[in-house]
């Protein structure tokens, strides 16, 4: 019997901070044991408990693609802690990462559909991977149209700033890079708030357009509305979901809504799944 | 099935053969209270009680247990790496547990032996476990184990039932692990089954007669989750709850769980802890945000969970064998016959604003 509860070890191979206010950084891992990158195999979209021996344990989106072998990549912010002691570590430092936990974006329903992602703040990490997933060589004739809204505060609060930029320069992907406010007069991007460049530049409503959204909970907000204004079905918005974890394989009986449980059932649920399960999230 | 009778001048010494197999369990009485403890050599289960205060959970669910070990120390090779903490997992019995707590166990089960996920701990536990029943000829005022899927004389989850009959026991036969006890104890005075299921079906029904207390079920299967989740009366339901935990620290089929890691030195254990879904903290992000951070929430997350997500989830009753430990110990109080009362007769139109 596997243990569910035992993390794979892994080394901090590389640690970049990814804003200017350093409460954002992505760790890079490599697996101690080379086997144990097969058993860790993942979908964009699932996540995975950091476990820090002595400090406990964090529930992570992952950030990299299954299509980037040799490491996970987790980006996370500062902020109890296991976060705040993962901070202060150092490239070598051994600790552990247990998963892949969750379900993940649908990708069997998205293959062959129009894509619009969603993003904003640091819930951009498993978007990240989603397009770093679907922009493979071997993947992207599956799917129709590439659509990214992303936004921030301002231009140094973004993520993974030099791969927007690489994705902008790209033919086969629309990105529609946002801030809320900048004073850099260099600054050739969208300003405006995730909701309204979401109005502007988002695909109209298709049977065969589906949007992924994820960010703060203000954001989701007041893009849902946009959204139906545009058309979405409501099976056809699809999000992923944040809740106090522990086991993380819907055991510990925290993290539920109603009857599912987010870190087994979810993180990712359709909007007319949500409409349908209790407001207590 | 087969059935043996158990004169209780053999008790003593088929418990001694016993112990030389299993590691035995059962109630015995501290102070004012009985509770399920390891026994002792020689110590003998109190087979007179009525219920423990304490459900018998711990024995296969520790409230606090430990998962792994490791070192911090930088000169060890498997620093930072956790290890499997050392586990006793031989077999061992419970004399005499309640047919309600045996049952609670496979309500559990649904949760840690799932098809996706074991949980290794509990499910080994339960593995190496021989439950031993007594039924219940003299129930609490609060019971309402018929209508909760169990009963006094319920056989679901024991390996044995016994029944009281004065001078000797009435022993059911119930499972492959049940007989491997029967025979590691010597009880081998085989009886006719015909003539003993009849005696334990009198007896049985003598029994479920003496159970008054009733909860209603029937409607909560088709009753709208968003209806009952928004349903006017839990304001009412909890407040007075003052969120001591005491329900589901003493309820046989709460099995929500903490994990922590301890440090002394460079020597660290992840230990699971027993948690409460009344306690803030269950459901705290690290953000700040709470999504059941006032009382009522969790109330109704507790009422909800046993009576409707639970049944919805599996389609196997209530997640409750009606024990009724949470009504007597609660310090407020609250009645989990009564909220189930509520939410099964609820109706949401009756309470609608009409349109106007």
């Known amino acids: 019997m596997r243990n569910p509860y035992l993390p794979y070890p892994v080394r901090i191979d590389e640690i970049i901070t990814e804003t200017e206010d350093r409460n954002l950084k992505t760790f890079k891992f490599v697996f101690l044991d080379p086997d144990d990158e097969g058993r860790f195999a993942y979908r964009a979209g699932q996540f995975a408990e950091l476990s820090i021996p002595g400090k406990g344990e964090i529930p992570i989106g992952i950030a990299s693609s299954p299509t980037e072998k ?59 991977a989603s397009i770093v997933y679907m922009l493979e060589p071997a993947n992207r004739p599956k799917f129709k149209d590439i659509h990214v809204i992303y936004g921030a505060r301002n231009p ?47 695909p109209p409503a298709d049977p065969d357009t589906y949007a992924i959204i994820c960010g703060p909970p203000i954001m989701i ?28 394989i819907g055991i510990c009986g925290r993290c539920n809504i109603g009857k599912d449980f987010v870190c087994k059932d979810g993180p990712v649920f359709t909007l007319a799944q949500l409409n349908n399960m209790p407001k207590e999230y | 099935m087969k059935f043996v009778k158990i004169d209780k001048k053999e008790w003593a010494a088929g418990l001694d053969r016993l112990s030389a197999a299993y590691r035995l369990f059962g109630p015995v009485k501290e ?32 409230q606090s247990e430990k998962m792994f070990e490791f070192s911090l120390d930088q000169t060890r090779a498997d620093h930072h790496i956790l290890r499997e903490a050392g586990k006793d997992y031989t077999a061992r019995a419970v004399i005499g547990i309640r047919p309600c707590d045996a049952d609670a166990f496979r309500l559990v ?17 339960y593995e190496a476990t021989t439950l031993v029943g007594l039924g219940c000829s003299s129930p609490c005022s609060t019971c309402f184990c018929t209508t909760a899927g169990s009963g006094p ?11 009281d009959e004065g001078s000797g026991y009435l022993v059911k036969v119930l499972s492959p692990k049940g007989e491997a006890l029967v025979q590691a104890a010597g009880w081998s005075d085989a009886t006719a089954a015909e003539a003993a299921e009849r005696r334990l079906q009198d007896l049985r029904g ?35 709850c003052i969120n001591c935990g005491t329900c589901t620290y003493v309820c046989p089929t709460c099995w929500c769980f903490d994990l922590q890691d301890e440090v002394s030195g460079k020597d660290g254990i992840r230990y699971r802890n027993w948690d409460s879904c009344m306690f803030p903290l269950f459901t705290h992000h690290g953000s700040g945000h709470n999504p059941r951070s006032q009382k009522t929430q969790r109330v109704r997350q507790r009422f909800m969970h046993k009576l409707k997500y639970f049944v919805d989830k599996y389609d196997n009753g209530i997640q409750c064998v009606g024990c009724g430990r949470c009504i007597r110990l609660c310090p407020v109080n609250i009645d989990i016959r009564r909220v189930c009362n509520l939410m099964n007769h609820f109706d949401a139109t009756a309470c609608a604003i009409p349109a106007a």
């Not at chain 2, 110590?43 to 009680?49: L, S, T």
Request: charge should be negative.
């Open chain 1, 70 to 128: 040799g490491f996970v990549k987790f980006t996370v912010n500062k902020v109890g802690l296991v976060s705040s002691f993962l901070h202060n570590m150092k490239v070598g430092d051994i600790m552990g990462v247990r998963g892949p936990l969750g379900n993940s974006y649908p990708w069997d329903v998205l293959e062959g559909k129009n894509v619009v992602i969603i993003g904003g703040g640091f819930a951009f990490t498993t978007l990240r």
């Open chain 1, 156 to 202: 140094g609060m973004l993520l993974y700033g030099q791969e927007l930029a690489a994705w902008e320069m790209r033919d086969d992907i629309h990105m529609h890079i946002t801030v809320d406010g900048t004073d850099d007069p260099n600054w050739k991007y969208n300003t405006g708030f995730v909701p309204t460049i979401t109005e502007q530049k988002a």
């Open chain 1, 221 to 248: 907000k007041f893009t849902q509305p946009v959204l139906d204004k545009l058309g979405y079905g409501h099976d056809q918005i699809i999000m992923s979901l944040e809740m106090r974890m522990k086991c993380g």
């Open chain 2, 31 to 62: 102070g004012n209270f009985h509770e399920f403890k390891a026994l002792d050599a020689q110590e003998r289960p109190d087979m007179a009680y009525v219920n423990t205060r304490r459900s018998p959970k711990a024995l296969i669910y520790p």
């Open chain 2, 109 to 125: 089960q649904k949760n840690f032996d799932t098809p996706e996920y074991r949980d290794p701990y509990w499910v080994q536990a």
């Open chain 2, 153 to 163: 004389f319920h056989e679901a989850g024991l390996d044995l039932l016994l029944a």
């Open chain 2, 206 to 240: 003598e029994a479920e007669a003496r159970i008054v207390s009733r909860v209603p079920t029937a409607k909560l299967k088709d009753q709208k989750t968003n209806h009952l989740f928004d349903a006017p009366f839990w304001q009412e339901v909890a407040f007075s």
